[in-house]
C-alpha cells in the first residue's frame, strides 16, 4: 500500500473543505471497498478524509411520506430498520443478499453505491484494464468473461456494477443527495447516477471529484409484494451471477430491476407494462440489444427464468 | 466472492498484496531508526483505543489495518490474518459490539472504540460460553478460523437477538429465530479450509439453547 495522511471529519463542510486543500484526496467510510484496492495499489490516494464519523447516519420520515437514509447508515442497519422491513422489503432482501455480516457492519449506504467492479482483470493489476489503466486494453473481452454484462458493455469495458443494495435502490426509484466541493447541493435520480462505459469507463458515476454523497431518499412506499432474486456459484458470501428483483401488485403490474447483467442496475420503465403477460415479454424488452460472449450467453436465459420463477413465487 | 477461475486470476494480485503489507512493517523501524535513505518520513496518526478492557495508545503508520496493530503491536496474536482482504473471516473481532472483519479496517479509524478480540473474551481458565462450546462439540480441527469463528459466532446471538434479519429470514416483519439455516447463513463469512462447519453450528446452537 502507498503511504498516505489521514484526516477525520465531522461535518460535510468539512469533508469537502479538506477535499479542496488535498487534490487526489478520497473519502473513507466503511472501507472494506477502498482499503482492499488500496492494498493491491489499485486506489493509490495521498490522503483520506475518514467520513465515517459524520452524524450522516440516520434513517428520517420525509415530509413527502418516504425515507430519507443518511450517506453513512450501515447496510446492517438499514437493512434492520422497521420501515424498511415492512414498506421497502426488496431494500432489506437485496442488502442481506450482499457480502458477510461482518462486511454488512461496515459497510455504508454511499460506499456501497460507489463499490467498484469485481472484474478480475480490474483487480489483477498484471492485466490490461480501461478502468484501471485507461488506454490500456481489456482484458475480459475475449478472456474470462463468463460474471461479465450483457447491456450496456461498450469495446472499452464489459464490467458489471456489483452491488445488490443498487438494485433495489433502483426499482425503488431512489434519490441521491449530494454537496459538491464548492458546497451546493444537488439530488441525482439513481437512474442517471452511473455513466455508461463509453470510451471512458473509468469514470463510473456523475459525481464530480470531491463531491460528496449525503443521504439517500427513498419516495412514498409503493406496495406490492417485494422479492430479490440472486443468482449465484454457491449459497451465500458470493457475488451474483444475475440477480432480479421485483415488486409485483395484486393486478400483476410492477417493476423488475436486474443486477449483474450491466454496469448499472438494470431497468427499463418501458418493458415493465408486459409484466401481466409473463417473464418472456418483459425480458424481450428489458435486455433488448443485449450482447453476450462466448462465456455470459447464459446470462439471458438465466434472467428470464429467474424472473418467470420469481413472478409465479409473487403470485403465492 | 469470487468464482475459481477468477481466484487463479487474481491470486497473484492478493500475493503481491501480502508482500506490500510485509514490507510496510519492515519499514516503520528503519524510518524510525532515522536511515539516511528513508523517503519522506511515513505519515504516522496517534490512536487510542481500548482493547480487551484495557486502555492502549499507539502511534501508527496510517496503512496500519486494525487487525495488524493487533498482531503486530500489541502483540494480540490469537486474532488470525487468512486472506487480508474480507474474504476469510480469520480476522473477525468486535468493536463496540459489532464484529466486523479486522484486516478491511484502519487502525487509525477507531480512535475512541471499544474492540474485543478471543483473548479478551476469555482465557483458559475460565472461557466463555462459546469457547467451552467449540471445545466440547470439537468446533475445529487446525483451529487457524476458530478466533474468527468464534467471535463471529458470539456476535450473530446478539444480532438474532437485536432482530437483524438475514437472507433465509422467512418473514421480514417478524422477530428472526436460532435456526440452523439462520446461523448457517449468518456464519457464511467465516471460511473453515477444515470443514468444520457442521461441529461448529453444533456448538453455536448449544450456546443459543442454553441461554434461551
Ligand atoms: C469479500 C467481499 C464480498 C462482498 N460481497 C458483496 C456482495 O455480494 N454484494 C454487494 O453488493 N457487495 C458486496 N461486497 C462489497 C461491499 O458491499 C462494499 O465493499 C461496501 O458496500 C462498500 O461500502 P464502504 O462504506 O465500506 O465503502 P468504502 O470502501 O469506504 O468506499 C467505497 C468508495 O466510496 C467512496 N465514498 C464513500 N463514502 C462516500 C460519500 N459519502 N460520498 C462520496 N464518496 C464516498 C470512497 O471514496 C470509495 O471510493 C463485498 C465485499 C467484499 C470484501
Ligand atoms: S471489463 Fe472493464 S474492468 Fe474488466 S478488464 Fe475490461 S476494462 Fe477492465
Ligand atoms: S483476513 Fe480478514 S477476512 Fe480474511
Ligand atoms: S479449523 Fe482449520 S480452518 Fe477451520
Not at chain 1, 447516519?57 to 447508515?73: Q, S, Y
Not at chain 1, 417485494?226 to 451471477?241: M, N, T
Not at chain 2, 478466533?147 to 432482530?163: N, T
Request: glycine residues 10%; charged residues 20%; hydrophobic residues 40%.
Amino acid at each position: 500500500m502507498k503511504s498516505f495522511t489521514y484526516e477525520r471529519v465531522d461535518t460535510p463542510a468539512a469533508a469537502t473543505a479538506a477535499f479542496a486543500r488535498t487534490p487526489g484526496a478520497r473519502f473513507i467510510a466503511g472501507g472494506t471497498n477502498l482499503l482492499d484496492l488500496m492494498k493491491l495499489e489499485i486506489e493509490t490516494p495521498p490522503h483520506l478524509i475518514d467520513v465515517s464519523h459524520i452524524a450522516l447516519d440516520k434513517i428520517e420520515a420525509t415530509p413527502e411520506g418516504g425515507l430519507r437514509i443518511g450517506a453513512m447508515v450501515r447496510n446492517t442497519d438499514l437493512a434492520s430498520d422497521a420501515r424498511v422491513r415492512r414498506d421497502y422489503g426488496l431494500l432489506t432482501r437485496a442488502l442481506v443478499a450482499g457480502a458477510s455480516g461482518q462486511l454488512r457492519n461496515k459497510a455504508t449506504t454511499a460506499g456501497n453505491l460507489l463499490q467498484r467492479t469485481r472484474c478480475p482483470y480490474f483487480y489483477d493489476t498484471n492485466q490490461p484494464c480501461n478502468k484501471r489503466k485507461p488506454g490500456s486494453g481489456c482484458a475480459a473481452i475475449g478472456g474470462f468473461n463468463r460474471l461479465h454484462a450483457v447491456v450496456g458493455a461498450s469495446e472499452a469495458c464489459i464490467a458489471t456494477h456489483p452491488s445488490d443494495m443498487a438494485v433495489a435502490m433502483r426499482a425503488l426509484d431512489a434519490t441521491v443527495e449530494t454537496v459538491d466541493a464548492g458546497g451546493k447541493a444537488r439530488a441525482i435520480p439513481i437512474a442517471d447516477f452511473y455513466r455508461a462505459p463509453a470510451k471512458t469507463p473509468h469514470l463510473e458515476t456523475v459525481l464530480a471529484p470531491g463531491e460528496l454523497i449525503t443521504a439517500v431518499t427513498l419516495p412514498r412506499p409503493v406496495g406490492g409484494t417485494h422479492i430479490y432474486h440472486k443468482v449465484r456459484d454457491r449459497a451465500s458470501y458470493a457475488f451474483a451471477l444475475i440477480s432480479v428483483g421485483v415488486i409485483v401488485q395484486r393486478d400483476g403490474t410492477g417493476r423488475v430491476a436486474l443486477g449483474g447483467v450491466g454496469y448499472k442496475p438494470w431497468r427499463v420503465e418501458g418493458a415493465e407494462a408486459a409484466l401481466p403477460r409473463g417473464a418472456r415479454p418483459v425480458v424481450d424488452g428489458l435486455l433488448a440489444g443485449a450482447k453476450t460472449t462466448h462465456e455470459n450467453a447464459y446470462k439471458l436465459p438465466l434472467v428470464e427464468r429467474t424472473l418467470a420463477g420469481v413472478l409465479a413465487q409473487a403470485k403465492g | 466472492m469470487q468464482t475459481p477461475e477468477e481466484y487463479e486470476l487474481s491470486r497473484r494480485g492478493v500475493l503481491v498484496g501480502g508482500a506490500a503489507s510485509v514490507a510496510t512493517v519492515a519499514l516503520v523501524p528503519a524510518v524510525a531508526a532515522g536511515a539516511a535513505t528513508a523517503p519522506a518520513a511515513t505519515p504516522t496518526t496517534k490512536v487510542s483505543f481500548k482493547v480487551n478492557g484495557a486502555d492502549r495508545e499507539l502511534d501508527l503508520d496510517t496503512r496500519v489495518s486494525l487487525l495488524d496493530a493487533l498482531r503486530e503491536h500489541l502483540h494480540l496474536t490469537g486474532t488470525k490474518k487468512g486472506c487480508d482482504h474480507g474474504q476469510c473471516g480469520a480476522c473477525t473481532v468486535i468493536v463496540d459490539g459489532r464484529r466486523i472483519n479486522s484486516c478491511l479496517t484502519l487502525a487509525v479509524m477507531h480512535d475512541g472504540e471499544n474492540i474485543t478480540t478471543i483473548e479478551g473474551l476469555g482465557t483458559p481458565d475460565r472461557m466463555h460460553a462459546m469457547q467451552d462450546a467449540f471445545v466440547e462439540h470439537d468446533g475445529y480441527q487446525c483451529g487457524y478460523c476458530t478466533p474468527g469463528q468464534i467471535c463471529s459466532a458470539v456476535a450473530v446471538l446478539d444480532e438474532i437477538r437485536a432482530g437483524v434479519p438475514s437472507h433465509v429470514t422467512a418473514d421480514l416483519t417478524a422477530a428472526p429465530t436460532v435456526t440452523a439455516a439462520e446461523l448457517r447463513e449468518r456464519m457464511s463469512g467465516n471460511i473453515c479450509r477444515c470443514g468444520a462447519y457442521s461441529n461448529i453450528i453444533d456448538a453455536i446452537t448449544g450456546v443459543a439453547g442454553a441461554k434461551a
